[in-house]
């Protein structure tokens, strides 16, 4: 296994420790609720969730995280700024923890932060995300009022390699007047994470796994990705259950970020906990005993 030179940072956000040297800590378990046809939401624009499933699906996802003893979060997306409003009201109270929120919409995205600084929130907050496309518009009103926590993501539309992620972090390479670390950090916030950009695996997304590593050996920022991104996006028709298949990879894409040194994993639908966090917890442990003496 291996031990990073350079000091790593630990963000406590919500009690759940993203960061260290490897195997230090538990890897925090990030799961997706109200995602685009989410089948627990019965009205996307107004927010309207069938509470009696979200109740038996939280239940099922608490059941799963603390069975494995998982560090875990959840990410909440909104298609309008009243179904913002609503899922988090639907969520802070029952299930402690770190907050992503996340949206196609700038506009929502920054009424997630609105919403949570009313509410009391904003601590668990973490904003999805800062990255090549934000706008002007958007930055002005993060500067004026910066969320604490925000993931950064280091996706590179000139380049896939590892390269192109890091120069987009560390200068912007030529699309950007400064590296998204700089901006950041002049937009005054206090916690970052790295997204490592997990694409589709014709676009080199496996390269996503040693820009990890680049990243938290560079900068000893905490650093995770969503490799269930690529697997969404295998061709496995010709397998005889093409579902079992991909569920099958999906579980290993857990254990492969963590043995690459992911401190959070993006693991797809919070359904999907049943199967994530055994895995989890065995590359946690694996991890753990590997590194023990180094």
Known sequence: MFKFQTEQKEIDIAGSIFGGQPGRHRTVMVGSLFYPRHTIVIDPTKGIVDMTKLDQRLERYRKATENCQC???LMLYAESVQAARSYLEAVCDRMPGPLFVDSGSSEVRLSFLRHAEEM???????????????????????????????????????GDDVKGRIYMLESGDDLLPM?????????????????????????????ALRAIMVAKAKWGIPTGCALHNAVECLDLSSMEDPKDARRNVDSSAVAISIMAGADYVVYGPMEYAQRAMPVAAFADLMLSQSAHDL
């Not at 590296?179 to 496996?206: F, R």
Request: net charge negative; glycine share 8%; aromatic share 2%.
């Open 179 to 207: 590296g998204l670390l700089d901006m950041v950090n002049e937009l005054g916030i206090k916690n970052v994470l790295l997204d490592a950009a997990v694409t589709s695996p014709q676009m080199s997304a496996g390269s």
């Open 120 to 158: 009391g929130l904003q601590d668990r907050i973490v904003n999805n995300t800062i990255n090549a496309g934000l706008s002007t518009e958007e930055s002005d009103s993060l500067r004026s009022s910066p969320p604490k926590n925000a993931v950064v993501l280091a996706f590179n539309p000139r």
């Open 71 to 73: 560090p875990s979060a």
